[in-house]
């Protein structure tokens, strides 16, 4: 595709770049083949299908929902310091 001369003056103006006649002639070409690029992209099939990339996780590879028992809250808060209804923890970052 094609940019012309306007089109490119505009887009220096947006983002704020200055060319001359030959740095605006490189800028129309380069900027005509992303153009290119981007129209050839729009061409592929990037639908997903997740049953071609072997990564399914079948309900029957799930373990089982079962309750398990918990620790001891006195274990678990042994190293905190109870303060005003507080619980305060050891520093782990400096």
């Known amino acids: 595709m094609a940019v012309d001369m306007k089109t490119i003056e505009h887009l220096c103006g947006l983002s704020k ?4 006649e030959k740095g605006m002639e490189k800028v129309m070409g380069e900027m005509g083949d992303i153009i290119d ?3 050839e992209i729009k061409d592929f099939d990037l639908e997903y299908d997740d049953t071609k990339d072997g990564n399914e996780i079948r309900f029957s590879d ?3 929902d079962v309750a398990e028992g918990s620790f001891a809250p006195e274990k ?3 190293n905190a310091e109870n303060t005003d209804g507080c619980y305060v923890v050891p520093k782990v970052v400096e």
């Open 17 to 20: 770049l200055s060319y001359d």
């Open 37 to 39: 690029l981007m129209d």
């Open 62 to 64: 799930t373990r089982q």
């Open 76 to 78: 678990l808060l042994a």
